[in-house]
């Protein structure tokens, strides 16, 4: 029996909802403010597993335990931030959900997998099937196989925060 405990940080309810169906061993952070050394000592995680996130971890945090962030393009292309809005302006119809190590380069972590995925015109839909995807094939693969990242290879293409007002999707 598998007796490992992980956190999941996420703000998003689509992603809320796989956590909600997942064991006991699972636990949720989905505000900044419970996002602390304290709270993550009480847990104990194997695997810290960021999942659409609006922050910085803090260097406390990523240096003790093993963080997971999981980014929508195929780093290194497609670092900072909307990777959405950026992928439609770039043209991109298919990409790659990549799983990496946090450390202190923002989206530069060596990487535990990568998953394909396509674009759809509609945000929402293709955040949710994003979702399905990490928790149901790209957690459990890194949960199961402890595979050891490795560096990003590649150019670096950094796509920058679209300020315009968003549409919230809900």
Same mark, same amino acid.
């Given at each position: 029996? *598998?007796?490992?405990?992980?956190?999941?940080?996420?703000?998003?309810?689509?992603? !809320?909802?796989?956590? %909600?169906?997942?064991?006991?061993?699972?636990?949720?952070? +989905?505000?900044? %403010? =419970?996002?602390?050394?304290?709270?993550?000592?009480?847990? *104990?995680? /194997?695997?810290?597993?960021?999942?659409?996130?609006?922050?910085?971890?803090? $260097?406390?945090?990523?240096?003790?335990?093993?963080?997971?962030?999981?980014?929508?393009? =195929?780093?290194?292309?497609?670092?900072?931030? +909307?990777?959405?809005? *950026?992928?439609?302006?770039?043209?991109?119809?298919? +990409?790659?959900?990549? $799983?990496? /190590?946090?450390?202190?380069?923002? =989206?530069?972590?060596?990487?535990? #997998?990568?998953?394909?995925?396509?674009? +759809?015109?509609?945000?929402? =839909?293709?955040?949710?099937?994003?979702?399905?995807?990490?928790?149901?094939?790209?957690?459990?693969? !890194?949960? *199961?196989?402890?595979?050891?990242?490795?560096?990003?290879?590649?150019?670096?293409?950094?796509?920058? /925060?679209?300020?315009? %007002?968003?549409?919230? #999707?809900?």
């Amino acid at each position: 029996m *598998n007796t490992e405990r992980y956190i999941i940080v996420t703000v998003k309810h689509w992603n !809320i909802k796989h956590v %909600k169906h997942m064991g006991d061993e699972y636990y949720l952070i +989905s505000r900044k %403010k =419970d996002l602390t050394v304290e709270k993550i000592k009480e847990i *104990n995680p /194997r695997y810290i597993f960021v999942v659409h996130w609006h922050w910085l971890i803090p $260097a406390e945090i990523y240096n003790r335990w093993e963080v997971v962030v999981f980014h929508m393009t =195929d780093l290194p292309f497609g670092r900072g931030g +909307s990777p959405y809005e *950026n992928l439609v302006k770039y043209g991109v119809v298919h +990409s790659k959900v990549s $799983a990496f /190590r946090c450390n202190e380069i923002l =989206d530069g972590g060596p990487v535990y #997998i990568k998953s394909e995925y396509f674009l +759809s015109k509609d945000k929402k =839909d293709t955040l949710c099937n994003i979702s399905g995807i990490i928790f149901g094939y790209m957690i459990p693969y !890194i949960i *199961n196989n402890n595979p050891i990242p490795i560096p990003q290879c590649g150019k670096v293409v950094s796509f920058k /925060r679209d300020k315009r %007002k968003k549409v919230v #999707i809900r």
